[in-house]
């Protein structure tokens, strides 16, 4: 028998196209990157600028190094913000993916009209969420449906939006309504790639659902659970408009968001602490980010 | 939240792009009758009177071409801010009468006295305002606006209800505490009224009418210190906070719901200024006849905050003298009439407030001419301090009187808070 030598395969070479071609594709792209350029980049380095100015958009802007920064420290209607900030990705971060896991486990199954299911589960992610925050600011409201409902029950309803006790609760339930339909979508996508050979492994060796659950389902699913948790925590770290149509960040700030306080400065014509609170922002976006992939990495 | 970061994005990108300095030039300083083209941008809404009138200037006004704009509030807020820094203004816009410090302090508004000479439609400016308006549309001597509709509160009430039970048209702080608690229905003692309570909104515009009624002033004489949280201010924030305690007063998170809650009756009195007629007639017309105006009740003194619509020709403007003359061509008694035939609102000049128009008895208000009502608290009413930072005070402020009338703070305590800041935010 001769040995035939290991070759490694030759890799194909890259077909190059033509300096036509070349010109082509840069003429096709050049729009989309001028205009990236000009509406992303530029702004994103000239707001980092800013955020050391001391700069109201119509004066020219007054180098204050890094007092915008420090001011936001100390500043408790931004400190006020970021706790803001935090509980309500805390809050969607942990009920929405529970919801859309549940979901998702429910809708794999073979239960009639699924389909119909699906669609249901999903309508709300379509909606706008000015939509949907008008929408549940009537549900919401002292003589709305929800306290309607209360009543039944025999349990006496309050002005949820108004009240700084529940107003963040209240627009988070509308938020988590909204979202969660994405996130069933993505988990039943995920449930449906996993291999039935698993489950009927795990079943010969004497594992209940639970355990099959704990064993199988949960594992498979990690690279979908934490694409659902990074996405998730940016965009609840950047709610805004829910707020806006809700609760206009009151009553006395108790729903008063990073972005929602960085627009406010941007109103007030202080750009220099609006550009610093975007960019805090993007710094927390990063790190929390960062740990998210490195805990990911070390789960699998 | 995507539109907003990439409204954000893009109007930094279009201060950036053309020099973000603040621009002046490109007057018209020629003699003879204006001519060319103006842009004139809107942010009064669907009722705007100001399409009427400009279809008729046009007419009359053959030489001067208008280009008209119209812009939600906030989009008009913070659009003519960034316009007219970079030099893009247009040449005659509607504003609110609150944005006026920030604007003036950064110089987008121009001084109209070398346009006006003094004169509005050939007569003294002066004479045709109120104290309290012409003392509005300056800022630091110069004349940076005309007024041209106003607002200052007065007392809206079911009278038909107040009939009803006998009651008499409050006309003091104690009358209305009586007054609101005889009114309001509730479904058991001491309960939140269900029906017919008092609207109490819980913003700076209906706090400094308290407190200005109680001798009051939202900053000392000089500006530069809070004034608020003197006897006279806790004292007025208690009272207020009794209104909801002590009368029939029910706590109104959102303003512009107001509407709805008169519709659905939950709502029998409020406070509010002259635009709330017509939102009252085209949002409840089944209530027609059964609503009357009064002077606002007060302790001391009359008085309410006074704001309104203003005209303004931003720095920039490439046309001016003919913004100048449509602006007088609006400020004329027959187009001033406009704003309350079409937008139900309250026009500025004392003359249109004579207008046989204006002074008619309404059916709605049960043949009342409430006119008259709110002419009488225009005299009387006080515009907010022109300082720059007026936006953050105002939120102080609003905040302090909010958390109060939730009995998260005392008076005090909430006042002398805020004042912290307001001294802060005024650089002390």
Redesign the interface.
Known sequence: MTSVPLRRPRRPRARRGSGRTDKVGYALVAPAMVLTT???F??MV??LYWSFNDY??????QWVGAANYTDLARDPSFRHAVKNTVVFTLVTMIIGPALGLGSALLLNRNIPVRGFFRSVFFLPVTLS?VVVGTLWKTVLAE?GLFNHGLALLGISGR?W????STSLAAVSLASIWQGFGFETVIFLAALQTISQDLYEAARMDGAGRFQSFLAVTLPSLRPTMFFVYVVGVI?AF????QM?VMTSG????STTTV?FY???R????D?GH?SAAAYLLVVVLAVVSAVQLRLSKRLS | MRRTRVALILAACTMVATGCGSAGGGKDTGSGPASGQITVWDYYGEATPLKKSIARFTKTHPDIKVKYQAFDYDTTHDKFAVATSSGDAPDLATVDMTWIPSFAANGLLSDLTPLSGGKLNGTDMKSQYTAGANEAMQYQGKQVATLYDFDAYALYYRKDILARKGIAVPKTWDDLVTASNQMAERPSPGAKPTRYGLQVLPDTFHYSQLLFQNGGSILDSDGKKAAFNSDAGVEALDYMHGLIKDGGGLYWADPNNTVAGVKDQQIGMFVNGPYMMGQLKSGAPEQAGKWAVAPAPYNKQPGSYLGGTGLVVPTGAKNPRAAWELMQFLLKPAQQQLVYTEAGAAPATSAALELPALSKPDPYFGGQAPFGVFKDAMSTATHFPYVESWGDIDKSLTDAVTSVLLDKSSSKDALDKAAETTDSKLGN
């Open positions: 000009v509406f992303f530029v702004p000239l707001s109201n958009g119509l004066q020219p802007p969420l003589n002005a939006l108004d009240d700084p965009g950047q709610a805004f408009d806006y009151g009553p006395l700030e972005v960085l627009v406010q941007f109103q007030a014509f750009l609006a």
